[in-house]
């Protein structure tokens, strides 16, 4: 613990310069659950690479290892590691690398696989990074896949609708036997207009599931405002079923507020109005 009652999360995922994604939504989601967040960038790209064409990348794997040997030296600890977007395969390695250095067993590990949506990979992101994913996530707590990244870790075909609890759960065993204590997949839906999250505890041999109304469309970057969302709400110690209701809720209705307002969906979603909403529910305001 950093200092009393005060924790200090290390967030790794790229900085997406626009379109509020990966460390431009962990940053004031874990700020506003009250949590100290340490950053190493995985990469800088002037957009994220879901709609805009042109994008510049400027890869910072070469700059991991030395930032965390220079945290090591000045004694740095963290309650917990949260790993979103890496840029390559590489990043996969020296992060497991650096997760087995720093972890003890208060360490509580979220690994967000953030590669693909809607059956399909993200630009940029191939095969071996999958791999590399899946060994990541053996060294996690927690891992906060949606579908099309769980079916792809898991080899297990993409069912885009029409599943049943069947598919879902056999997924989040899957994925725990993969090593995590918990599985939560994003973005599951049993019927039309509604959607929300499945979870497994792997060491309970529970199922859970919350669901909310589904607005119409997609929203980019919301996996990861739902992943930050939901890890700040376990770290203020909700229990991980009451941390899924506040990060589906919190998500949907930053959606939906978005949806109001009619903006570009590129730009991701106006979840900066919903954080007064987000924190009342944690019990911070
Ligand atoms: O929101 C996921 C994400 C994060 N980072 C980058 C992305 C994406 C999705 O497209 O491109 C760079």
Not at 7 to 36: F, M, N, Q, W, Y
Not at 47 to 59: A, I, L, P, Q, V
Request: include cysteine.
């Amino acid at each position: 613990m950093n200092g009393k009652n005060k924790k200090r999360v290390i967030a790794i995922h790229d900085i997406s310069c626009i379109g509020r994604c990966s460390l431009t939504v962990a940053l004031p989601v874990l700020s506003a659950a009250g949590i100290e967040t340490s950053v190493i960038p995985t990469a800088v790209l002037s957009t994220h690479t879901g709609g805009f064409s042109g994008f510049t990348f400027r890869d910072l794997t070469d700059d991991i290892e030395p930032i965390f040997n220079h945290w090591k030296t000045l004694g740095i600890c963290a309650d917990s590691i949260y790993t979103g977007y890496l840029g390559s395969y590489r990043q996969a390695e020296i992060v497991e690398k650096l997760i087995c250095g720093m972890k003890n067993e208060n360490t509580f590990v979220l690994v967000d696989p953030v590669m693909g949506d809607a059956g399909r990979l993200y630009t940029g992101i191939d095969e071996k990074l999958v791999f590399e994913m899946k060994k990541l996530c053996k060294n996690a707590d927690m891992v906060v896949p949606n579908i099309t990244e769980a079916s792809m870790m898991l080899g297990m075909e993409y069912i885009p609708e029409g599943y049943g609890e069947d598919y879902i759960n056999e997924m989040l065993k899957k994925l725990c036997e993969m090593g995590p204590r918990y599985a939560v997949l994003s973005g599951v839906s049993f019927e039309k207009g509604k959607t929300g999250a499945a979870s497994y505890d792997s060491l309970d041999d529970s199922f859970s599931y919350y669901f909310t109304e589904q607005t119409e469309g997609f929203y980019h970057g919301t996996g990861d405002l739902f992943a930050s969302a939901l890890l700040g709400a376990v770290l203020s110690g909700k229990s991980i079923s009451d941390s899924i209701k506040i990060a589906v809720d919190y998500t949907a209705q930053s959606i939906r507020l978005t949806h109001s307002f009619g903006s570009d969906t590129r730009y991701g979603v106006d979840f900066e109005l919903c954080l007064p909403g987000y924190m009342k529910a944690l019990g911070k305001i």
